[in-house]
């Protein structure tokens, strides 16, 4: 759980509007479990603008080819410091510091053929120029056969580390799947010996490398870049289903950030409906994905604010078992899961139906029958968006589901 610059800053996000971040994290999320800061993309590029990128970027990096921070937005990364000041500040206030890195060898480094720290090798020799992100100019795969290889990821990991990092985001690794990147970037983590969780980018992931990534990663992406679009939305929900094999303590699939609140420097407010939002929220926590907000969180509404610090629905999230999608029926929706210690169940339902233009109802009743919960004897269910109790009931539940919207139910046996 946690906050990414990206929505709201692009790859121009600076280290006061970092810090502004952290300390709004402290004072208003970290006691709903809200305790990553990551810094996004292009932190090592002085002149980055946008959502777009430059081609040919002149980047900022040490003598061996490892990037490092652009000190006119970070400014305290001055004399070699890198991000360590930063990170302890974000520490100092009991949260997490995380970064963004792409794949693979700057081509600056192996134009320049910068030593790899500890060999006698450079960063030409390891490069795979064959190896290109369609969409970022910035780098070179590694050809992981090469000598060196390794130990360039293992001098990366260990100047992060140094920094006192705790979350890295490795982007152009997912798809294609790089297997071999992946393995080294899980080994160059573990050999540091900090626990650094490691999240890969975009996505979609293939579902025919669920055992290699979710033994290697802990988490990646399941689409590529999600925004405040309800086609998206839409079509996360078989993705979710989808990857329901692999998920388990410590690897989860990631359905990617948050598009509540205000985005894209300040420029719009999420095209999310409220209803959207609680659709949002309830999937990714009855799916167990990561929560990564997007937001400028200097710019929480009341409503947003509600939406992201409510315990009951956060434990969701954070702690339920055994979660997977129940049904799908013409666009309604059912996920179930246990609350861990207890006899009860977590239920979620959706109704992704788009209002007919003849009906004046917001709402569409949903039955479920409770012998499907596993509760033929009757239980007590209670409504944790709104925290009331519904009270006692057999044989059936059947709530009223706004169209586009979700219920969050947590069940307990018993009439």
Known sequence: MGWNSWDGFATTVTEAQTRAQAEVMNTKLAAHGWHLITVDIQWYEPKATGFDYRPGAQLEMDTFGRLVPATNKFPSAVAGAGFKPLADYVHSLGLQFGLHLMRGIPRQAVAAQTPILGTSYTAADIADTNS??????????????????????????????????????????????????????????????????????????????????????????????????????????????????????????????????????????????????????????????????????????????????????LAVDQASTANHELFHRDGIYAWLADVPGSPDKYLALFNTKNRPADRQEPALNIPVHLSELGFPNGCHIKDLWTHTSLGSFTNEFSPAIHFHGAGLYRITPGQ
Not at 279 to 293: K, V
Request: glycine share 6%.
């Open 132 to 313: 290109l992100c369609p969409w970022n100019s910035d780098m070179y795969g590694v050809d992981m056969t090469k000598p060196g290889a390794q130990e360039y990821y293992n001098s990366v990991f260990e100047l992060m580390a140094s920094w006192g990092l705790d979350f890295i985001k490795v982007d152009d690794l997912s798809r294609p799947y790089h297997a071999a990147e992946i393995a080294a970037i899980r080994t160059a983590i573990d050999r540091t010996g900090r626990a650094i969780v490691f999240s890969t980018s975009p996505g979609a992931t293939p579902v025919s490398a669920g055992e290699h990534v979710s033994t290697h990663a802990n988490m990646w992406r399941i689409s590529d870049d999600f925004w405040d679009k309800w086609s998206l939305l839409r079509e996360q929900f078989d993705r979710l289903r989808n990857w329901t094999p692999y998920r388990g303590p410590g690897h989860f699939p990631d359905a990617d950030m948050l598009p509540v609140g205000v985005l894209q420097m300040g420029r719009s407010k999420t095209k999310f409906t409220a209803d959207e939002q609680y659709t949002l929220l309830t999937l990714w926590s009855i799916a167990r994905s990561p929560l990564i907000l997007g937001a400028d969180l200097t710019r929480l509404d009341d409503f947003t604010l509600a939406l992201i610090t409510n315990d009951e629905v």
